[in-house]
Structure formats: C-alpha cells, structure tokens
C-alpha cells in the first residue's frame, strides 16, 4: 500500500491563480482530512470528508473548495490563491477501528505551497 | 485558550536523558494521538489512547481522562528523536476531526 499521496510537494503560485491540491489513499478510508500548518499554530482543518459524495467544511474553509467523487481521491482547489495561503497543507485519511470508538489517523507527505 | 495546550513548546536534552512533553486539553475526547514530526517531513502517529498506558520501544504514552491530561516520554533519548511532538485530540461525537496542539520541538543533542 502506497498509504496517503498528496501532489504536488512544492508550489509556488501567483496571487489570483487557482490550482488543485491532489490527495488519495488506497486504504479504502471511509474519512478523509485536509489540514494547513502555519508556523507558531497547531494543524487546522479545512474540509473534510466522512465518505463519497460527502464533504463538510472545516475551521478554515474559505478560499478552499473540495469534492469527493471516489473514496480513493479528495482534491483540494484553491479558487484564487492569496498570499495568507501560503502555508503547509496535509492530507489524512482514518478509518474506524473494528471494535473501537476510535479512529486511527494517516497523513500525506505534506505539500509546501507559497503564493507571492 | 486552546482547546489542546502543549508544554514545554521547546525542549532541548543530552542524550541518554529521560525526556517528558504534556498536553491538557478542555474539551471531552474519545481519543487522544501524539505525533511526530520531523524537519521538512510528514506525520507520523506513535500513538492513539484512550485511556491507561502504551508503551513502544522507548516511548510511552499515558493519559488520565478524569485529568483531561496526557504525557509522553522518551526514556535515553537519542539524537534520533529530534522531531516536533503534537497532541491532537479527537472530540466525542465527531467522525474523525481532530484538534491539534502547536507542537512540542525536542532537539536532542550528542
């Protein structure tokens, strides 16, 4: 198993550009996260997504939109990048754990996007 | 105030050391994770708990629920473990949206 991908690792975009974030895993994760990490402040979530054709928003959701057409793939699109998306975005996938209340968690490589 | 507090934020130990990080949190959880993190690298779990002790290797994570409080230790540390370490905890009744402290950087030095 590959685990969670996420493409590409490095960005660097114009403000006003748009681009999709890619994510997939092949653990058939029904849950599905995309996270961004900005220096001095914990993870914090965008959207998530606790199956196929489901998504919510998150803590930060503006700026970003996301679907999820598969249970495999959960793109994140930026719609018009600004300079306060520049940051580290993560990707994790979960899956309950038979017999548990409890969800074990999978993150991406990460990608590092700077908008100038 | 944050719903997970991390303490100390940096840490730096000599090797062999017995190192311990905490995180209180505020809110009911069904799970707490601690991760790592290592410079320019992804996320890693060591750890899931909900309640009493788990030991791997040299780490070991304990939570106390009544407390709202976790701790994780790293016995003879090694330049190795240099990382960051995140409590994130995963709120009761929610999928799977987890709440993150702001890290811990442990530098462990020769």
């Known amino acids: 198993n590959a685990g969670v991908t996420q493409t590409p690792k490095f960005q660097v975009l114009k403000t006003g550009q748009s681009m999709t974030l890619q994510c997939a895993q092949d653990?058939?994760?029904?849950?599905m996260s995309w996270y961004r990490q900005d220096p001095g402040m914990g993870l914090r979530l965008i959207h998530y997504?606790?199956?196929?054709?489901?998504?919510d928003q998150g803590e930060v959701p503006n700026g970003y939109n996301v679907s999820r057409s598969t249970t495999e793939d959960f793109p994140l699109r930026l719609l018009s990048a600004a300079p306060s998306q520049t940051s580290v975005y993560f990707c994790?996938?979960?899956?309950?754990?038979?017999?548990?209340?409890?969800?074990?968690?999978?993150f991406g490589p990460g990608t590092r996007l700077t908008v100038t | 105030k944050n719903e997970v507090e991390q303490s100390p934020q940096n840490l730096t130990a000599q090797e062999g050391e017995f190192i311990t990080i905490n995180c209180s949190y505020s809110?009911?959880?069904?799970?707490l994770h601690w991760l790592q993190q290592h410079p320019g690298g992804g996320i890693v779990s060591l750890f899931m708990?909900?309640?009493g002790k788990k030991k791997h290797g040299r780490l070991i994570a304990t939570i106390n629920i009544q407390e709202k409080h976790s701790s994780l230790h790293i016995t003879a540390s090694h330049p190795r473990d240099s990382a960051v370490y995140i409590c994130?905890?995963?709120?009761?009744?929610?999928?799977?949206?987890?709440?993150f402290g702001t890290g811990t950087r442990l530098q462990v030095t020769l």
């Open positions: 994790a996938s979960s899956s309950r754990l038979a017999g548990y209340e409890t969800y074990e968690q999978y």
């Open positions: 653990m058939n994760h029904e849950y």
């Open positions: 997504s606790v199956g196929a054709g489901i998504t």
């Open positions: 809110v009911g959880i069904s799970a």
């Open positions: 708990l909900s309640s």
């Open positions: 994130a905890v995963l709120n009761t009744g929610t999928a799977s949206k987890l709440t």
